[in-house]
Structure formats: C-alpha cells, structure tokens
C-alpha cells in the first residue's frame, strides 16, 4: 500500500530553478509526483554567508520504506553532483524528507518527522500551501497551525511556479 511522502527541495548553487526541476524529474523515477508547490526564494538559515535559496515542497506518493526511500533521494543528490562540503553551506541539490504518511521514525541515519521542519518557515510555507492540514504525527499539529505559530523573521518569498514538462 503507498504512503505520501512529503519532501523539501532547495537549490541555492547554479540555475537554482532548473535544479528543483531536474529532482522533480528525477523523483518520477521513484514513485509518483503528486503535488509540487510554488518556488519560494528564501534566506539561508545558521551558515548566512551563500546565496539565497529557492524551495519548493513535494508531495510523493511511494511503496518504498522510509529509510529506502531517503537512500534514493541521496542517489538522486549525488547524480545531480552535489558535494557535501560544509554543513548547512551552499549546495546544488537538497532533498529532505518531512512527512511520511504518518510514521515516525528515530534512527541514528534518519528521523521522520524531520526534526526541525516546525521551526523553518522556508519548510512550513510551502508545505501548507499543497497539505495545510497534514498532521505532524508526535506534535498533532497541522502544517497551517505550525506555519501560523512560527515567530517573525525567516523572510520567505513566493516567487512563482516551476514548469514540469
């Protein structure tokens, strides 16, 4: 039986758009792509000295397990040529997931929910604007209610929609 997973993608290295693109491609590959947000440019968060980021969310409809399914979103990382350098530094490709239906998972490689989407509005935005009312399975909050509790600050921008196909 698929589950939904719900990712974030970002981009702040290259032609940041046709970055989110090829990876929504890509995710085709693995299951398949049933909601993409609009593009947010957002700043940085933690490491502030790179380029400002474009961020979309993605819903994924998937058979894989989860821990399966964030080894092929590392694949797709790699294949694009993402070099992980610096953490929280400037990268081509970012692949995270969010949601996953409404497991929870705390592993030593991976944690479903991701431990601090409720904190990032370059997250949250996006995220509810394709699922406002997914649940965070251990805070029992919805996207809209974590988005609406964010504090000010975290300037994020929707700048338009990105084009499959």
Known sequence: ????????????LGNREQNLTEAIQQLESIGAVRS???LYET?????NDQPEFLNCAVGIETTALPEELMRQLLEIEQAMGRKRVQKKGPRLIDLDILLFGDR????PELTIPHPAMHQRRFVLE???????AARHP???KTTKEMLRELPPGQAVRRIGSISLG
């Open 126 to 132: 996006p995220l509810a604007e394709i699922t406002p």
């Open 36 to 38: 993409v947000s609009s």
């Open 104 to 107: 929870v998972v705390n592993t």
């Open 138 to 140: 251990v805070l029992k």
């Open 1 to 12: 039986m698929p589950d939904i997973a719900y990712l974030s993608l970002g981009s702040n």
């Open 43 to 47: 700043e940085p968060v933690e490491f």
